[in-house]
């Protein structure tokens, strides 16, 4: 067998949806798992939805999750270039779909807009753009008007300059198969396939028929794409049958979905990566969770690092049903992630977190270590540290607590013992901090909540926290940490 090489086809058209990045994740891993190679090629054919800086943002997300290309527009592999509307430049794809003219495969179509609008035959695949095409409710399917004009009126109106698209020229009869590795044996009849447009107007090659005659010409062995593209494989099958060329294996990946069950949109608050790099979750939890929908380990491991799911993926075994995007199960699989993250590597990407927080001098490393392992998201960080920048307003009913025996009376009693202690203690320390608090519970005989909840309640003002009371009063100081001792026997006198 030839060696396996795959291609991330992106358009620039904006953030990288979270299909997309499964997509390339996915064509990484069939690529990496057998010793192939991994295409990164720019799709920029349909010049009205580009992005100004979309191409940077590719580029970013590819380094950043570690999908990186063996071939691209910076890495010539000997196919390039790696850019389609450059490729247009040798005029190949104009080339290639005159071949088709002069096997019957295609023609030239010269049907003004007012006339494609008037057909209506609801099929689909009569409008220039396709990204338009899938938002047109009555969608009108050509009737092979052009088809029919003789060589010497193709010949007039091409001397003559009137605008021109080129066609694919389609079977009506009998039916076209082809094979997914996903899906199996998929037969359409012919009468059902539309004359897809391959040449737009504008000079400039569809994303159709720019993609099978790059994938042929890059040598591409599998072609990984969403299966809202099964529709559209019969008509790939049939320009490479037409070319005589062999086609690629087909893996058509199963739908994503939110909780409700309904297609991830742009319009959901996680649908990009760049979304989720802003919500607090981290690339590597991002890509391995990614991995997850629609495929899983044979031992069902979930925790996998990228180079562990090299190893493991099957692209055999991706499934079949929708995969829903579990935003829950995404928390909990970042917070594991992090759990387990190098303090250093941590540290500095919980930093502008800290800081958006935190204005005060205080160990900002301490406040990381105290919340390394009770966050999911970075995002959380803000809210577990607010009170270390300021005490919050808080009802003294949180002096009361059941569990650990305390009231509003034996807190203030607490406090006031404890005050005169923490003025006298000279090493203000967490070490010395601990040592006095647990002399003062041994000295009372109470149990260690009854001593640390009203200080750790007086000193954060909160029912929960990272660390307990002498951690919280060592990363404030002596003299904060007195000032809410006092705030608190206020609130209780």
Same mark, same amino acid.
């Given at each position: 067998?030839?060696?396996?090489?795959? =291609?991330?086809?992106?358009?620039?058209?904006?953030?990288?949806?979270?299909?997309?990045?499964?997509?390339?994740?996915?064509?990484?891993?069939?690529?990496?798992?057998?010793?192939?190679?991994?295409?990164?090629?720019?799709?920029?054919?349909?010049?009205?939805?580009?992005?100004?800086?979309?191409?940077?943002? *590719?580029? =970013?997300?590819?380094?950043?999750?570690?999908?990186?290309?063996? !071939?691209?527009?910076?890495?010539?592999?000997?196919?390039?270039?790696?850019?389609?509307?450059?490729?247009?430049?040798?005029?190949?794809?104009?080339?290639?779909?005159?071949?088709?003219?002069?096997?019957?495969?295609?023609?030239?179509?010269?049907?003004?807009?007012?006339?494609?609008?008037?057909?209506?035959?609801?099929?689909?695949?009569?409008?220039?753009?396709?990204?338009?095409?899938?938002?047109?409710?009555? *969608?009108?399917?050509?009737?092979?008007?052009?088809?029919?004009?003789?060589? !010497?009126?193709?010949?007039?109106?091409?001397?003559?300059?009137?605008?021109?698209?080129? =066609?694919?020229?389609?079977?009506?009869?009998?039916?076209?198969?082809?094979?997914?590795?996903?899906?199996?044996?998929?037969?359409?009849?012919?009468?059902?396939?539309?004359?897809?447009?391959?040449?737009?107007?504008?000079?400039?090659?569809?994303?159709?028929?720019?993609?099978?005659?790059?994938?042929?010409?890059?040598?591409?062995?599998?072609?990984?794409?969403?299966?809202?593209?099964?529709?559209?494989?019969?008509?790939?099958?049939?320009?490479?049958?037409?070319?005589?060329?062999?086609?690629?294996?087909?893996?058509?990946?199963?739908?994503?979905?939110?909780?409700?069950?309904?297609?991830?949109?742009?319009?959901?608050?996680?649908?990009?990566?760049?979304?989720?790099?802003?919500?607090?979750?981290?690339?590597?939890?991002?890509?391995?969770? +990614?991995?997850?929908?629609?495929?899983?380990?044979?031992?069902?491991?979930? *925790?996998?690092?990228?180079?562990?799911?090299?190893?493991?993926?099957?692209?055999?075994?991706?499934?079949?049903?929708?995969?829903?995007?579990?935003? +829950?199960?995404?928390?909990?699989?970042?917070? &594991?992630?992090?759990?387990?993250?190098?303090?250093?590597?941590?540290?500095?990407?919980?930093?502008?977190?800290?800081?958006?927080?935190? #204005?005060?001098?205080?160990?900002?490393?301490?406040?990381?270590?105290? +919340?390394?392992?009770?966050?999911?998201?970075?995002?959380?960080?803000?809210?577990?540290?607010?009170?270390?920048? !300021?005490?919050?307003?808080?009802?003294?009913?949180?002096?009361?607590?059941?569990?650990?025996? #305390?009231?509003?009376?034996?807190?203030?009693?607490?406090?006031?013992?404890?005050?005169?202690?923490?003025?006298?203690?000279?090493?203000?320390?967490?070490?010395?901090?601990?040592?006095?608090?647990?002399?003062?519970?041994?000295?009372?005989?109470?149990?260690?909540?009854?001593?640390?909840?009203?200080?750790?309640?007086?000193?954060?003002?909160?029912?929960? #926290?990272?660390?307990?009371?002498? &951690?919280?009063?060592?990363?404030?100081?002596?003299?904060?940490?007195?000032? =809410?001792?006092?705030?608190?026997?206020?609130?209780?006198?």
């Amino acid at each position: 067998m030839s060696t396996i090489r795959t =291609r991330f086809a992106p358009s620039p058209t904006g953030r990288m949806h979270v299909g997309n990045l499964r997509t390339a994740l996915y064509e990484y891993l069939i690529a990496k798992h057998e010793g192939g190679s991994f295409i990164l090629r720019i799709e920029d054919t349909d010049q009205e939805r580009l992005v100004e800086g979309a191409v940077d943002i *590719i580029f =970013r997300t590819i380094k950043g999750t570690g999908l990186i290309h063996d !071939e691209g527009p910076d890495k010539d592999g000997g196919y390039g270039p790696y850019v389609q509307s450059e490729r247009m430049a040798s005029g190949i794809y104009l080339e290639y779909a005159k071949q088709l003219v002069e096997k019957g495969a295609a023609y030239y179509c010269f049907c003004t807009k007012d006339r494609l609008a008037s057909l209506k035959t609801a099929v689909g695949g009569n409008t220039e753009d396709e990204e338009e095409e899938k938002d047109v409710k009555e *969608i009108t399917k050509y009737d092979k008007h052009c088809l029919h004009l003789t060589k !010497e009126e193709t010949l007039a109106n091409l001397a003559a300059g009137i605008p021109y698209i080129i =066609r694919q020229n389609n079977p009506t009869e009998g039916s076209t198969t082809f094979h997914d590795a996903i899906f199996g044996d998929i037969t359409v009849d012919n009468e059902e396939l539309d004359d897809m447009i391959l040449i737009k107007s504008d000079g400039y090659p569809t994303y159709n028929f720019a993609n099978v005659i790059d994938d042929h010409m890059m040598k591409i062995t599998h072609v990984v794409r969403g299966n809202e593209y099964l529709s559209s494989t019969p008509k790939y099958t049939r320009l490479y049958q037409d070319f005589g060329w062999e086609e690629p294996v087909y893996v058509h990946l199963p739908l994503i979905t939110n909780e409700e069950h309904k297609k991830l949109s742009k319009r959901s608050g996680h649908s990009s990566y760049e979304d989720l790099l802003e919500q607090g979750f981290v690339s590597e939890a991002i890509i391995n969770f +990614v991995a997850l929908l629609g495929w899983s380990a044979p031992n069902n491991t979930e *925790i996998m690092s990228l180079d562990e799911l090299i190893q493991e993926f099957d692209y055999t075994h991706i499934n079949k049903a929708p995969a829903v995007f579990d935003i +829950v199960k995404l928390r909990w699989m970042n917070g &594991e992630y992090l759990k387990k993250m190098d303090f250093d590597q941590y540290y500095e990407l919980a930093l502008p977190y800290l800081k958006s927080a935190i #204005t005060k001098d205080l160990d900002l490393k301490m406040i990381a270590a105290l +919340v390394k392992t009770r966050i999911e998201t970075l995002v959380d960080i803000k809210d577990m540290i607010d009170f270390f920048e !300021e005490l919050p307003d808080y009802d003294i009913a949180m002096f009361t607590h059941k569990k650990m025996k #305390t009231d509003s009376a034996s807190s203030l009693q607490t406090l006031t013992d404890l005050l005169p202690q923490f003025e006298a203690l000279e090493d203000y320390s967490e070490a010395s901090i601990e040592a006095l608090l647990m002399a003062y519970i041994a000295e009372k005989g109470i149990k260690n909540g009854q001593g640390l909840w009203p200080i750790r309640t007086a000193v954060s003002g909160k029912q929960s #926290t990272p660390g307990g009371a002498y &951690e919280i009063m060592n990363i404030l100081g002596k003299e904060e940490s007195l000032r =809410r001792i006092k705030v608190a026997m206020d609130k209780l006198s």
